[in-house]
């Protein structure tokens, strides 16, 4: 059973990418356990206050420390990711030499209602990743697009076949998470 820090860096309450990675966390709850980081409190990143870190950047850098991987469900913003998300891992770098990011084994999901969305963000993503030295599982990449019959009346995800590619990817974070290599091409 591996422990999950999950970041979803939308605050809205009807965001589709919280809903997608509710149904992530009920579709590996037999792998993983799965913690919401929580992004709500976290004040813009400010150099001043590094040596007396804010409680709420406390609490996110000793989720993200405890667990054995980082799963990203993130929406496209302007094609990139959003700032939320951004000074989340900004605070997460930081005071120097005290980051939660280095070897951290992550991953990226993202929905959009645009037919190639969040393709670039976590692009974008990647680059920003790599330069904090997380490591990241890059295949199978998971670009989807949201429809308003994504999600059943319960919050799962409606169709099988889409349900059964998004538990195959779990799998293959589980799997990459305990050591295995990643697939890919
Ligand atoms: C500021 C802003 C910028 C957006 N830019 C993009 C974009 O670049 N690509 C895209 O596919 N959708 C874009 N969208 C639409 C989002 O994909 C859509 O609002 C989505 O529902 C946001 O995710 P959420 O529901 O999880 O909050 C943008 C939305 C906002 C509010």
Redesign the pocket.
Known sequence: MHKLAVIVP?L?KN????KLAEALAALGREQFSFEFVKLEALPFFNEDLENDLPAAVVEMKKTVAAADGVLIVT?????SFPAVLKNALDWGSRPYGKGVWAGKRTASVGM???AV??AVCQSQLRSVLGFLGAAQMTSPEICLLYTPDFFAADGSIATERTRAFLASFLAAFAAWIAGKAPSGR
């Open positions: 939308s809205r965001s589709i990418n919280r929406p496209e913003y302007n094609r959009s209602p645009g969305g969040t």
